[in-house]
């Protein structure tokens, strides 16, 4: 009962004195509900699923429902029509994703992260393999911007598994290597401008790490990541938009690093913190996070200007089987295409947007679609229990968590880039097991 006394308190206070419609009400309820349980899950559990869902809740419900509030002439639809659809499907996907509680039979996720550490004791080489692999990966990327997956990506994020190992390790070179991999990643961020992926690795490392703590999180310490968190969005947002515009292109190809201006608009935003803290910069970041926008104005185009795709997006399950030098015509991940069909939003090929799988649901099957919502979410749930279940025999195995879902944290992908993201760094971690092993390195 304790679990509902903060969502019951939000729920009132959006009908009063904010006068929110019901759906609007029960949209911001549900977030608050979703933040508690994750809020209340970190250091008790690897909480990753908690986190997608909470993260789905803020970006499709309760940012929406704010933006209702005080800007609704900025949204594509009528908050009745937007919610009628977006509350049930995001429920279900988070009805999906954490499914039923685990069987007591399955060990705690604080005894597979000790398992984890006293089994790397002995592989000391591992981390420092995995970051020569992360690094070859990270020059590839440097010099072939388009390059494969599995000879860029993936490689590249063997440089974050490998801080885990030097952890886990207790490797007397935990520091400088962590130190190394922060400063690569972030000269690859630069160079990219894609500043969300680093952030989510962080993320990610602190739900794995407070696990293994041996006092456990303090509220307050929580309240403080969550403060330091929100404000290091808050800045990335600020200087995102301008650093994009003068170092991206029109193509995906076409982006360039800029140390200078980089360190430039930080300085700046540091120095001048009025730039961050005033209302047109938070309205600008909330539109940032406001998947309301693509998913309204894909409802507001289909069926009445665009049919219904009819189940191509079970296709995307599909795709990642086919290798792209057997199908060279094989659909791109990224939301360019997406957007251009099914929504009137202005679209570039260099676009970072995109419709989210629940959005997805809906251009394909209508209303319909939050039944796929509750699919998507349960197959994300099945696949980190399978992660889950193996680590019972090959402990190591869950210290790739992040790695196979850094690309499934947030709404603003589709179901072909989350999908065969897993799908792909699964295969190479596979591989790399596989062909480490003869070499003497265990992972």
């Excluded at 993320?203 to 310490?221: D, E, K, N, Y």
């Excluded at 330091?228 to 292109?249: H, N, P, V």
């Excluded at 260099?350 to 509750?374: D, Q, R």
């Excluded at 799908?423 to 591989?431: C, H, K, T």
Aim: glycine share 8%.
């Amino acid at each position: 009962m304790k679990q509902l006394l903060l969502p019951s308190a939000v729920f009132l206070g959006a009908l009063w004195p904010v006068y929110g419609s019901f759906y609007e009400a029960i949209a911001v309820g549900f977030s608050a509900y979703t933040f508690q349980c994750f809020f209340n899950q970190v250091g008790k559990r690897i909480a990753i699923l908690e986190c997608i869902g909470a993260i789905a809740a803020f970006e499709v419900l309760f940012i929406p429902a704010v933006t209702y509030w005080v800007f609704a002439a900025s949204m594509p639809i009528e908050s009745a029509t937007y919610f009628s659809y977006a509350t049930p499907a995001c429920m279900l996907f988070y009805i999906g994703i954490n499914g039923t509680e685990t069987s007591e039979s399955e060990p705690t996720h604080q005894t597979i992260i000790r398992w984890a550490s006293n089994y790397v004791q002995h592989r000391q080489a591992a981390a420092g393999m995995l970051f020569f692999v992360g690094l070859i990966g990270f020059l590839v990327k440097q010099f072939w911007a388009d390059a494969p997956t599995f000879m860029g990506t993936l490689p590249m994020n063997c440089l974050l598994t490998s801080v885990l190992y030097a952890h886990y390790t207790r490797s007397l070179f935990r520091l400088p290597l962590i130190g190394l991999v922060v400063t690569i990643w972030l000269a690859n961020m630069i160079q990219t401008g894609m500043f969300g992926e680093l952030v989510f690795w962080l993320l990610l490392w602190l739900l794995i790490g407070s696990v293994g703590l041996t006092r456990s999180l303090t509220a307050s310490a929580k309240l403080g990541a969550l403060g330091f968190g929100l404000g290091a969005l808050l800045l990335i947002q600020s200087i995102k938009g301008e650093y994009r515009s003068q170092t991206w292109g029109y193509w995906r190809t076409e982006r360039s690093a800029d140390a200078g201006l980089m360190i430039d608009l930080v300085a700046d935003r540091l120095v001048h913190p009025d730039k961050l803290l005033n209302i047109a910069q938070l309205f600008r970041s909330s539109v940032r996070f406001n998947q309301g926008i693509l998913i309204g104005s894909a409802m507001a185009k289909v069926p009445t200007y665009e049919e219904y795709a009819r189940g191509e997006v079970l296709l995307s399950f599909v795709y990642p089987f086919v290798p792209r030098f057997l199908w060279p015509d094989k659909p791109l991940a990224g939301g360019f295409a997406n957007i251009k069909r099914f929504t009137t939003l202005p679209q570039l090929e260099n676009t970072s947007m995109n419709l989210s799988p629940i959005g997805e649901g809906y251009v394909n099957f209508g209303y319909g679609g939050v039944l796929f919502a509750w699919l998507y979410g349960a197959v994300l749930r099945n696949c980190f229990r399978a992660v889950i279940q193996m680590a019972t025999q090959v402990p190591s195995v869950v210290l790739w968590l992040p790695t196979l879902f850094v690309g499934c944290m947030t709404m603003e992908t589709d179901v072909f880039s989350t999908w065969g993201s897993l799908l792909n760094s699964a295969v190479f971690i596979i591989i790399l097991y596989g062909v480490f092993k003869p070499i003497g390195v265990n992972l």
